[in-house]
Structures are given as structure tokens and as C-alpha cells.
């Protein structure tokens, strides 16, 4: 506990490389079948986007928007899902670390329990999904009408830090609930890959409630939604206070917060198997 | 009767994971409702897309959700066993069992997707419902159909997941092309988008492919746009396709057999 | 202060069980009631007790996999729960039945990542790993994947990668379960040489008594969740009213011999079994023995372990 918590960070960092760096080594002796399923994941992430461009061919826009910007929604929300996917993704088979006992061994190794669990099988092919939607924003980007200043610019590259961040917390705070039971794990991709989806177009396609309930109660509308709209200058359609346009790095603090707090609760209520 | 029973034993194998049919009913749902409110946009914009009026597509939208485990689009199944038994050599004791291979394990996964149906197919159908404008068949010979229709389904979906778990006989690892043939199926079966949307030739194509008999025949008999010449015309498309993926592996088990007495087991 | 120090040490389990179709009814389930014991270090404990007695959640309290639900506990001055990443670094755990070793890896690889996860020093892992792979017999295994390696060889590559940070107390969770003969012995001998050359504490729990009769000194016995008896192995002895057996081979065949302090429980031809208290002394009786009796030949038989434990449960 005398570490303070940069140390601890710092260290918990790189036991996570290092960890992940051996699983990349591992699967990369079956060069052939990684390769491959690489591929498979940027073709089967990719598989939403061109169901939306064939949806295009039946109409202009959707929820007042065109293509170029719901591609703009749709690389953002992207990227910030395939890098916490790649980087936490694990977790969710939390459940079967339990019940196989390999979270016991995990408790008495000497790095963070959720690095280990996270590292675990780590899958560097999950790169696909962030390499489909990164494709998909550069695009975006090109084509977008907007005219470039630093605050777009920055705001824009926030965006992306703190969807990461919300997906994370969404992400862990998922995997806690399988402490209390092992069975959950699809509740918890309901509002991962669920958020996911519902934000890769725009949010005026949804009743207000919705609208409400994606800021307040599962706040993946500034993952990506809020930004955009201040990055394409737009006014809320909602009529919500334009403050809400810079507020994704609060949106991130909480949610990490919260999945901190039910993360240490769970380990605590931990009650392993067997006897 | 044999393949009775084993299609009763596996419906109660698949009964025994209530939690996991409960989480997966919700989520189902949950997008089953994201996904109606995307072709309710859709629709908006163009009331006829594609031949269909809003309340078909949101239809569309839950039915292709209780889909997904009925007709196994993401794979799953017996032949993921099947695999498995590929894997770790015990599959030359199915292969010399005095019964059809093939029947015994399409028996058990009818069994599977008879329990799923009950579950996982009519769970979101309802909540669907409830939540929105869905479109009912009004005649009880149209459900008839459609039930035919989503068997055959089944065992097109069957034969598919079929042949790709016997390229574990050759491949160490099925993972890259269990992947692949994930992709084809929900892209070409109407799950990702209904396959009527799509532009010009490539309409006829995917609705002739065989995917299209996973989710976009059996609907399209639900909401009475294939009726009469058209709806014979489909099942029989749907029972060809089933026929010549059903020969398919049983050619390919053949090789496999004769693969497997050379190495010797 | 003890190197382990343990008081009141409690924890209870709610279990939610169905009771119809809907209903569900709470128990409250007292998997490790009000346990005190203190370990010193150096010790060589044996930790055994029927299954569901407690003995896993015990050391995984101990280990801070669990937390306590009342009661104290310190390991190395340190609270396990509170502080369990502090503490792995100075305690080495093996669980019997599964590997804490990576499944996909050669030993070689899972030994060099413990290294790096343990941040020890490259060359006091060199000396360790040497001195291991010679005792422990592992030279041949290095490069082997986990995944192929049989139980007995896995153990020894999951023992020696739990001493590997040099800890200061080892647990062993059943070491020895499912290992044949030959192993189970090399596996002993290798703990006992930790324990004298490297001063690790070993505290473990089994099902094999030979483990305890050969490892340890100090025998624990948990039933029900507390501890029934703390002792030497002969004090085990002693309380279970365990006897001695006295088997003698006399010239001729004749009745059954009569000498105080103990009584004839088996007569076969000329050779008789006679019992006496393990506690007392077998000198008197075979002194009386030889002196009214043409005996030929005369044996003791030392009590088995296992009628002793079962003695003490019954009992209770």
C-alpha cells in the first residue's frame, strides 16, 4: 500500500504488456489461423457498415443525417469500442476464470487482478474491429463538411479518448455482476455491443426517452454523439444544453468510477469455488 | 423413433441453461428494439423500400431476432459437438455407429432449435409486440407454412455449419473459417439487412443464395409477400438448397471416412 | 511475533437455494467458525480434515482469495485481505488439482514470466532455477508445453514456479493427489530439504496421511469448521485412544496370554495379537510377556493414522 499510485499504475501497465506481449507471441506460431481471423474480424465488424451503405441505396438520409456524417458517427464509435474490446474485452469471460479456478491462481500473483484477467488470451486480432472503424472515420473525415480548427480538432481526438474510456467502464462494470453470478455474461453485451450499435447512427432516430435514457442512465451518447454534434455544428436536435456537446470526459470519469468501485466490491465478495 | 429421441434428449440438454436463455432473450430484445428504430428511419425516408411497408420491416426486425438461435445464424449447435469429436479423434466411433451420422446429429439439433423456437424465438416475437406495430399472419395455413419454412431453415443452416465443422478433419484449426462462414451467414441471410433492400442483380443473387433460407424466406411467408406459385417456389428453393448441402456432407464424411482408415484413425 | 497468527477466524457462505418453483430460502452456511492457531516460522504443518471441513477456505483466507467474514489474521505482519497484492510476493501457493501455470507455454517460458511478473533478480531466478530443475528432476521438461506434461510432472513444474520468488511460507493444497508412488516420495523429500535448507514455512493440506506422517511435526485436524485438534503427531496418537499392537509368535499353540496392561484382541495357531494404549510403554509388557511364555519371535505394530482421525470424529 506504501506504492502510491502512479508507481502502481506504471507497474500494473506493464505487467499487462508484458502478459499480452506472451499471448501475441503465443498465437503468432499459428501464423496462418491469426492472419485469417484477423481478417474475419475487420470483414465481420465491417459487416454493419456496409448494411447501412445498402440501406443507402434505398434512401438519402436517416434522422436528418447523410451518409458522410453517419459514417462519422459510425468510425468513431468504432474505434472507441474495438480499443476497449482490445484492451478489456477479456473480462467478460470472467465468469469462466471462476469457475475453472484460474482467478484463484490470478489472486496470488502480484499485479492488479483485473490486469491479469484482461491480459489473459489476450487477442491482438481484435485490432480488426479498430482498423475497420478507424477506415471508416479517416473517410469520414475526408468528406465531412467542417472546417478544422484546433477545437474540432481536439475535441475530435477527446472523442475518442473518453468513448474508449465509457466502453471500458461499461465493460468492467458488466464483468463485476458475474462475481454474484457466472451465468450474465450476455446482459452485460447487451449494453456493450448494444451501446455500440445504437450509437452508429444518429440519435435522432430514437424517441426522446431513449435519447434521455443513452445520456443519463447508459451514457454512451458522448461516446461519440455529443462531440459530433459540436465537431459538425449542429444544435441538438433535442434541444439539450449545448454544455452537454463538451461534457464526455465527465460522462468518462464516472462511468470508470463506478466500475472501479463495483470491480473492488466484487473482489471482495469473491467466494471462489469448491470447498 | 430413434431420431425422436434424440432430438427429446437434446431439447432437454438446451432446457437445462435457463440463466443463459434468460440473458439471451434480453439481449435479443434490447436489438430488436435499436434495430426497429433504424428501419422505422429507413422507412420514413422511403415508404416502400424494398417492396415492404414499415410495420413489415419492424416485423422483420423481431422475427429475424427470434431467428438468430432457432436456425443457429451465428453457428452453435451439434456441430459444434461434431467438431469437437473431430478435434479429439472420437468421431470414428459416430462415423461406425449403425445409424445415419448424419441423421443422428440432425436430430439432435432439430431438437435444439425446437427449444430455441419455444424460447428464444417466441420471448422477443412477444416483447416485440408489445413494444410495437407487428404484422400477424391471419390464416392458420400461413403459420403452417412458416413453420415448415423455418425447418427447413434449420437444415440448411445444419448442412452449412456442417460442412464447415468437417474442415476440422483437415485443418487443425476451424476458428478462421468457422469465422468466415459466420460473416456470410448473417450477411446473406437478411439478419444484417433485409436482403429485399439490396440494389438491383445483387437482390436476385442473395435471395437465390443459401443463406437466404436462414431468415429472409421464412419471413417473407410470415408477411404474405410469397404466397401461392411464390411461396411453393421458395420452399422448394429452401428443400433443394437443404438436399444438396445434406449430399454435400455426406460426400465429404465419405472422404473424411477414407482419409481417416489410411491414417488409421 | 508468529509468522502466521491467526484468532477467531470466521466465515460464513450465503447459499440461495431453490425451494419450489420460485421460492428461493437463505442459508447461512459456517464454512470456518471461530479458528485460532498461531505458526511459527520454519514450521512443517499438516492441515487435514474430511472434505467440506474447511481446510480450502481456510488457506484461502490465508492467501487473501477470501475475505473473513469475522475474526483475525495476519500473515507475515501483513492482513491478506487488505493488502493482498503486498503479500504475494512472500508466499507461494500450489493447488493440487489445477495448475497455476500457463497452459499454452513451455515451462521454460511460464518460469521466465514469473520472473518478470515477480520482478526477481535474473540472477538469483538462474540459481533458483538451476538448483530446481536439478532436484525436481525437470532438465528434460524445460521446453515442454504445460498442456502435455502428465499430473506428477506438472506438479513438479507447478512447485517449482510457486518457490521461485523465494517465499516464506509455501502452501500446498493436496501436493500429492493422484501421484503415484515413486513421485509422492521424491515430492516429499524435495519439501523437506526447502524446509531445512531454504527456511520456507510449509503449511499443507492432504487426504494422504503418509504426507503428514513423513512431512510434518504439527498435525491440524478441522472438522465442521473448527479446529478439533493442534498437536503432535503422537499427542494425535494419545487422544484418539489409539493402541499399539503386540504380535507374538509363541513356541506352541495355547491360551490366550494373560499380562497386565494389555489384552489379547486375536489368537491364529501359535501367534497372538495383544493391545496396549499407544501412550504406554511397550517395554513392561514384553518384559511380562518373555518371562511367563516360550515365545519365538515378537513384533510391535504402530497404530494407523487413519483409524486414529476417524477415532476423533466419531467421538465427536
Known amino acids: 500500500m506504501a506504492e502510491p499510485l502512479a508507481a502502481r499504475l506504471a507497474w500494473n501497465t506493464r505487467a499487462f504488456l508484458m502478459l499480452a506481449g506472451m499471448w501475441v507471441r503465443v498465437s503468432w506460431t499459428y501464423r496462418a489461423s491469426f492472419l485469417l481471423m484477423t481478417l474475419a474480424s475487420v470483414v465481420i465488424t465491417g459487416i454493419d457498415f456496409v448494411a447501412i451503405m445498402v440501406m443507402f441505396t434505398n434512401v438519402d438520409s436517416l434522422g436528418g443525417f447523410g451518409l458522410r456524417d453517419i459514417a462519422f458517427l459510425y468510425g468513431a464509435t468504432a474505434v472507441c469500442l474495438g480499443l476497449a474490446d482490445l484492451v478489456v474485452g477479456n473480462v467478460e469471460r470472467l465468469g469462466r476464470r471462476i469457475r475453472l479456478g484460474s482467478f484463484d491462481a490470478m489472486m496470488v500473483r502480484p499485479v492488479g487482478v483485473l490486469v491479469q484477467v484482461c491480459a489473459d488470451e489476450f487477442a491482438i486480432r481484435r485490432l480488426g474491429r479498430v482498423a475497420q472503424g478507424s477506415l ?19 475535441v475530435t481526438v477527446g472523442m475518442l479518448v473518453c468513448g474508449t474510456l465509457i466502453f471500458t467502464g461499461i465493460f468492467v462494470l ?22 455500440n450499435a445504437m450509437t452508429q447512427y444518429p440519435l435522432t432516430i430514437y424517441p426522446r426517452e431513449v435519447v434521455r435514457a443513452l445520456t443519463f442512465l447508459v451514457p454512451v451518447a458522448f461516446v461519440n454523439w455529443y462531440p459530433t454534434l459540436f465537431v459538425l455544428d449542429i444544435p441538438d436536435p433535442f434541444g439539450l444544453p449545448a454544455a452537454l456537446q463538451l461534457a464526455s470526459p465527465v460522462a468518462a470519469v464516472v462511468v470508470c468510477a463506478l466500475a472501479a468501485l463495483a470491480w473492488r466490491t466484487g473482489v471482495r465478495r469473491y467466494r471462489s469455488t469448491g470447498s | 423413433m ?194 429485399v433492400l439490396f440494389p438491383g442483380w445483387t437482390r436476385d443473387l442473395v435471395l437465390a443464395l443459401p443463406w437466404a433460407a436462414l431468415v429472409q424466406t421464412p419471413i417473407d411467408l410470415w408477411l404474405g409477400h410469397s404466397t401461392g406459385v411464390e411461396a411453393v417456389a421458395g420452399l422448394g ?29 | ?10 466465515r460464513t457462505f450465503v447459499v440461495r437455494r431453490r425451494a419450489g418453483r ?84 513451455p515451462l521454460r517460458d511460464s518460469f521466465d514470466l514469473l520472473r518478470r511478473i515477480y520482478r526477481v533478480d535474473p540472477q538469483r531466478h538462474r540459481r533458483n532455477l538451476d538448483e530446481f530443475t536439478e532436484l525436481l528432476d525437470l532438465g528434460a521438461l524445460l521446453d515442454t508445453p504445460v498442456r502435455q506434461l502428465s499430473l506428477g510432472q506438472r506438479m513438479r513444474g507447478d512447485i517449482a514456479a510457486a518457490l521461485l520468488h523465494d517465499p516464506e511460507i509455501l502452501y500446498l493444497d493436496e501436493p500429492t493427489i493422484g501421484l503415484d508412488v515413486v513421485s509422492k516420495g521424491r515430492l516429499r523429500e524435495f519439501l523437506r530439504r526447502v524446509n531445512e535448507e531454504r527456511q520456507v514455512t510449509l503449511l499443507l ?7 503428514i506422517e513423513q512431512l510434518c511435526r504439527r498435525v491440524m485436524v478441522i472438522d465442521h469448521g473448527s479446529l478439533v485438534y493442534d498437536g503432535s503427531l503422537a ?78 470424529y466419531s467421538r465427536r
Open chain 3, 22 to 105: 420460485v421460492r428461493r430460502t437463505t442459508d447461512v452456511v459456517h464454512a470456518v467458525r471461530d479458528l485460532s492457531f498461531d505458526v511459527e516460522r520454519g514450521e512443517m504443518v499438516g492441515y487435514i480434515g474430511p472434505n467440506g471441513a474447511g481446510k480450502s477456505t481456510t488457506i484461502k483466507m490465508l492467501t487473501g482469495i477470501l475475505v473473513p467474514t469475522g475474526g483475525r489474521l495476519s500473515v507475515a505482519g501483513i492482513d491478506p485481505s487488505r493488502q493482498r497484492v503486498d503479500l504475494t510476493r512472500r508466499i507461494g501457493v500450489v493447488f493440487g488439482q489445477r495448475t497455476t501455470l500457463w497452459w499454452d507455454l
Open chain 1, 174 to 195: 458488466g464483468a463485476s455482476f458475474q462475481f454474484l453470478t457466472t451465468e450474465g455474461s450476455e446482459v452485460a453485451n447487451a449494453f456493450t455491443y448494444g451501446g
Open chain 2, 237 to 265: 428453393l429452401q428443400a433443394t438448397w437443404a438436399a444438396v448441402l445434406l449430399l454435400g456432407c455426406g460426400l465429404v464424411l465419405r472422404v473424411a471416412d477414407r482419409r481417416l482408415v489410411v491414417q488409421g484413425g
Open chain 2, 2 to 195: 430413434l431420431y425422436v429421441a434424440v432430438a427429446l434428449r437434446s431439447f432437454r440438454r438446451y432446457s437445462t441453461y435457463t440463466a443463459a436463455t434468460l440473458a439471451g432473450i434480453f439481449t435479443n430484445s434490447v436489438f430488436g428494439v435499436i434495430i426497429s428504430f433504424t428501419y422505422i428511419a429507413v422507412w420514413k425516408e422511403n415508404p416502400t423500400a424494398g417492396g415492404y411497408d414499415v410495420t413489415d420491416a419492424v416485423t422483420f426486425c423481431w422475427l429475424a431476432q427470434a431467428m438468430i438461435m432457432t436456425v443457429a445464424v451465428w453457428g452453435g449447435g451439434t456441430t459444434d459437438d461434431v467438431a469437437d469429436r473431430i478435434r479429439t479423434g472420437d468421431i470414428v466411433i459416430d462415423l461406425y455407429r449403425p445409424v445415419s451420422f448424419l441423421g443422428w446429429y440432425l436430430a439432435g439439433d432439430l431438437g435444439r432449435s425446437a427449444y430455441h423456437l419455444l424460447t428464444r424465438g417466441l420471448a422477443p416475437t412477444v416483447v416485440g409486440a408489445l413494444l410495437f406495430d407487428l404484422r400477424f399472419p391471419d390464416s392458420p395455413a400461413t403459420y403452417l407454412l412458416f413453420l415448415v419454412s423455418v425447418a427447413l431453415g434449420v437444415v440448411v443452416s445444419f448442412g452449412i455449419r456442417m460442412l464447415v465443422a468437417c474442415t476440422a478433419f483437415w485443418l487443425l484449426d476451424q476458428t478462421g473459417v468457422l469465422s468466415l462462414a459466420m460473416v456470410c451467414a448473417v450477411f446473406f441471410s437478411g439478419l444484417a439487412v433485409p436482403l
Open chain 3, 235 to 312: 499427542g494425535l496418537h494419545a487422544r484418539g485412544e489409539s493402541t499399539r499392537t503386540l504380535v507374538v509368535d509363541l513356541v506352541d499353540e495355547a491360551a490366550p496370554i494373560e499380562v497386565p496392561g494389555a489384552r489379547v484382541t486375536r489368537v491364529e495357531g501359535p501367534r497372538q495379537w495383544l493391545s496396549f494404549p499407544a501412550g504406554a510403554s511397550a517395554a513392561p509388557i514384553v518384559a511380562s510377556v518373555a518371562s511367563g511364555y516360550d515365545v519365538a519371535d515378537l513384533s510391535i505394530q504402530e497404530p494407523d493414522i487413519e483409524d486414529v482421525i476417524r477415532e476423533i
Open chain 1, 136 to 154: 471508416v472515420l479517416a473517410w469520414a473525415i475526408t468528406r465531412v463538411d467542417v472546417d478544422w480548427d484546433p477545437a474540432r480538432v481536439l
Open chain 3, 205 to 211: 493440506t492432504t487426504h494422504d496421511l503418509q504426507d
Open chain 3, 1 to 10: 511475533m508468529s509468522l502466521i497468527e491467526v484468532e477467531d477466524l470466521s
